[in-house]
């Protein structure tokens, strides 16, 4: 009762606590003039808002992370021509957030200015105009802009770079004016990479330039249905993002919203017309006049780019107004910048420069070059990096990396030393049958050696691997060959794990090496596990075809490791790993070959047998060798070898075979699948059948 009662103090104190540190949002207050507003929020504590613009309606968000507001919800009208309303209330309690949502009438351009230590914060709407912040829309005449969002200019050469490139202020970047495409001789429209057909002599009305409609949406993926007694076409990316333009109509439907056009759309042969910067605007898309002045591209937008946390760690994200399909990166060692580039892609920042400083990251800079949004990340230091897409942006990584896997023998006792770049959370496991020392390392990369044959102490070898690629994590494996007693160091700063095992007084004799399999790397993919139980035996549920796939697999890696071989395989124990984790674990080992091991079954009655499935030609050869040798030796029914689209052996990059021993709903072959000896007799059948099929390849 006593140790309930402290508990409960404990956190009536902890919540207290929590409580002290939340900003509190004392007052806001709206002052509009001519042709601008201001919003003024004044907090307990200093405060560093979010601002992001939305559409439909259009609107702009100021969110303040960590403040609570009291009052409820608050709502006000206004007579601005910014601004139709202002709205704010305690978005979220878990976490605190608290959001002003303003509805826009036109675009406009923001100020945001710091007082009173951080907390006051004034937020200043404007018409573009009257602002120096205005980033351009690019709809209208030679008197309106576009925006050209960063200096001209490359990555620059290693000479160029100084201490103090990111030291300086970050300013916002002033667009230059567009230039009146009808008084030019020539030039090109590129729209999402794809240039547009303007005809022997391009379109204008009014000054403004006329495109193909089909020809622009069609760059960006939509299908188009034309509807001939409404002269309307509608094209259509998905359910919810649509366009509806009808033949002499100013109005351009975009997503349910009737938006205006600056001129009529036309029909001009067999093509309708439509006014370029408007079908940009509304459909939220960016300008970029090319440093040539002879090209225009047109593309989605790079919005944002944060050093932010993602998952516990900071990493660089690029955000996006749509989906980021692809994109190239490489490491510059010269220049130690990490180079990114977004194709089809315009940049629409308030800064094209964001300085670091913090943890090997000196800062990042982006440029636009033609339809290429070029970032570069510059480093302080060497780091391991992953980018990711996900979703609409494009994350860089700067993850820990196991950089070395060590032994050493230390008189009574050995000891196998694991380092990393950065701060890593070490999970051991111990398993048996066979017996083993997993060692989990989740989040980081692996740039150690993958094996090593060790037949000391009781250790047979090390094998490791980059055991997933997303979420990243490592694995090393330490094979026994009998039960012993080990004990673990991890260092204070997280980045060293030694694991010391004492020595055994007999050791085992050294397993047979084979120079055929020597250094070979064997994908090993014991098939279901975790909640995914796979087929059930003939006997019911106590029969589970992931266990035997399981021990089957063990049995399989060692024979194939005693042979000299290195068998990675996708699963250990009892867990869960999904179709897509098991391609990519192919992939991220760089392996020779890779065996899929399941167990068959079949509602109907009185089938059994051996089948194996194969379905890339390049795995032809090893689906042969191994459903040989198993038919052969295991003397079961002949069910063939057959080509079918299983996933992993699909997407595999490697050789790679999917094989089926025996069938559970057959009483008979149910009890052979569970009898261990049966189980290591498979696996001998499969390693013979791996071990012929590079006999084969050496002899071609």
Request: glycine fraction near 6%.
């Amino acid at each position: 009762m006593r140790r309930v009662l402290n508990i409960l103090i404990a956190a009536f104190f902890l919540s207290c606590l929590g409580t002290s540190f939340a900003q509190d949002v004392l007052n806001v207050s709206v002052d509009s003039d001519a042709g601008s507003d201001s919003i003024s929020v004044q907090l307990s504590e200093p405060a560093d808002p979010k601002i992001f613009f939305l559409k439909e309606p259009d609107r702009i968000v100021i969110d303040f992370n960590g403040a609570v507001f009291k009052s409820g919800k608050q709502q006000i009208e206004l007579k601005s021509d910014n601004i139709s309303s202002i709205r704010w209330a305690q978005n979220t309690t878990d976490p605190y957030n608290f959001r002003i949502a303003a509805e826009l009438k036109r675009d406009i351009a923001k100020k945001v200015v710091s007082s009173d230590g951080g907390r006051k914060i004034l937020i200043i709407i404007s018409s573009p105009a009257s602002s120096p912040l205005f980033l351009g829309t690019m709809e209208g005449s030679s008197k309106k802009k576009i925006e050209v969002p960063i200096n001209q200019q490359e990555f620059p050469r290693e000479e160029q770079i100084s201490e103090s490139r990111f030291n300086k202020e970050i300013v916002p970047v002033v667009p230059p004016k567009l230039p009146q495409l009808a008084k030019l001789k020539k030039f090109s429209v590129v729209v999402n990479g794809n240039k547009l057909k303007l005809g022997r002599r391009p379109v204008f009305v009014k000054g403004r330039l006329m495109v193909p409609a089909k020809s622009f949406f069609y760059s960006f993926g939509y299908t188009s249905l034309y509807e001939s007694r409404t002269k309307t076409v509608t094209f259509r990316l998905s359910d919810e993002v649509q366009a509806r333009i009808k033949e002499g109509s100013a109005i351009m439907a975009v997503n349910g919203y009737d938006r205006a056009m600056s001129s009529k759309a036309a029909r001009i042969g067999r093509d309708i017309y439509i006014p370029l910067l408007s079908a940009v605007k509304w459909l939220g898309l960016k300008g970029y006049w090319s440093k040539s002045g002879s090209t225009l591209y047109v593309a989605h937008r790079i919005t944002k780019i944060s050093w932010d946390e993602v998952s516990g760690a900071k990493a660089v994200i690029i955000e996006a107004s749509s989906g980021i399909g692809t994109f190239e990166a490489e490491l510059k060692e010269k220049l130690k910048v990490y180079a990114v580039k977004v194709p089809n892609f315009i940049l629409d920042l308030e800064s094209n420069k964001i300085s670091v400083k913090e943890e090997g990251i000196k800062g990042i800079k982006a440029i636009q070059d033609g339809g290429i949004a070029k970032i570069g990340i510059y480093l302080d230091e060497e780091q391991s990096i992953k980018p990711v897409l996900d979703g609409s942006r494009l994350v860089v990584n700067f993850p820990p990396s196991i950089n070395s896997v060590r032994f050493t023998d230390e008189g009574s006792s050995i000891k196998i030393e694991i380092n990393s770049t950065k701060p890593v959370y070490f999970e051991l496991k111990r398993l048996y049958e066979p017996d083993r020392i997993i060692v989990d390392i989740p989040n980081a990369l692996y740039n150690a050696d993958k094996f090593k044959e060790i037949n000391k102490g009781g250790i047979l070898r090390i094998r490791a691997s980059q055991f997933k690629s997303e979420p990243l994590a490592s694995r090393i494996v330490i094979d026994l060959n009998k039960d012993i007693d080990y004990g673990t160091v991890i260092s204070d700063d997280q980045r060293y794990c030694a694991i010391v095992i004492q020595k055994q007084k007999v050791e085992a004799p050294k397993p047979k090496k084979l120079k055929i399999l020597k250094g070979r790397v064997v994908i090993i993919d014991p098939g279901h596990g975790g909640n995914d139980p796979g087929a059930f035996g003939i006997s019911g549920d106590r029969v589970k075809e992931k266990n035997i796939n399981l021990a089957t697999s063990l049995k399989l890696a060692k024979l194939l490791s005693d042979a000299g071989a290195i068998p990675l395989l996708t699963r250990e124990d009892d867990t869960f790993i999904s179709l897509q984790d098991r391609v990519e674990f192919a992939k991220n080992n760089k392996a020779d070959l890779l065996v899929s091991v399941h167990y068959n079954s079949s509602e109907k009655g009185g089938i059994s047998g051996t089948e194996t499935y194969y379905y890339n030609p390049s795995s032809k050869l090893l689906g042969d060798v191994v459903h040989r040798n198993m038919v052969f030796n295991l003397k079961r029914t002949d069910r063939g070898l057959q080509r079918v689209k299983f996933y992993v052996i699909y997407n595999s990059p490697i050789p790679s075979v999917l094989v089926e021993p025996l069938y559970l709903n057959d009483r008979q072959e149910e009890a052979l699948a569970m009898d261990p000896a049966w189980q290591e007799f498979i696996a001998r059948t499969i390693f013979e059948g791996i071990k012929q099929y590079f006999e084969v390849l050496r002899k071609i």
